[in-house]
């Protein structure tokens, strides 16, 4: 897809992955909506960081945990920026607790914002997508949705979810030319991982990522762009993990 003259919806797009990934997008030419549940400084510096490589950006907040709101925004971008041709779902956020820790409020919100507006977001702009028999859509996944991981049961079920989602959707939407990819990141260097005590930083780097370093949003992003630009990839999940989910020891 030559992304010059396309709009891409970018959620979760205020900062980490998905600021990055407004950013890329933005360096292949694509105009970029970027929504936040808030829209804070975050948000405004993607913003002008998009503006400098001379393509529109707007912001618009929605909570992706209501469906109302998820089938808003892609109808707000459609009118203020003229159309979608992207949606890059990177909105979500950690849910820890294991099984008699988690509260069920916490497991249905994890559905909400992860798998549930998933679904919102693409039956709002697909029949965008199909009147130009083009788009494309990427979903961020986790290392933790491939493998097991202690202490977050529901973070890993929902993004195990999101590669399932991914192959079904691309499948469904082939003949429209509509391509659905996904990404699966190890630990990335976001606010995410700002909870991390520092002895678990080492033991990260020292003995769980082959490579012996944390990834940058930038690393994920670049694939994100790849998938979005590559118009004979879909139904694929692509692990950017510093190979942390292919190890046996």
Partial sequence: MDLKGKV?????????????????????????????????ARASAVQAAVEELGRRCGLCEADLRRPE????????????MGGVDVVVHAAGGAVPGSLLQLSPAAWYEAFDVHVHAVFHLCRAAVPHMQKHHEGAIVLISSAAGSRGCLGALAYGVVKGALPQFARALARELADDNIRVNAVSPGIIRTAFQSYLPPEQVKNNIDNRIPLHREGKPEDVAAVVGMLVANDFITGETIAIDGGMTMRVV
């Avoid at 992955?17 to 909506?33: K, P, Q």
Wanted: cysteine-free; charged content about 20%.
């Fill in 8 to 40: 891409s919806l970018i959620t979760g797009g205020a900062g980490g992955i998905g600021g990055a990934t407004a950013v890329e997008l933005a360096r292949r030419g694509s105009d970029i909506m970027v929504n936040g549940r808030r829209i804070d």
């Fill in 69 to 80: 709101e998820a089938t808003s925004l892609v109808q707000q971008t459609v009118d203020r």
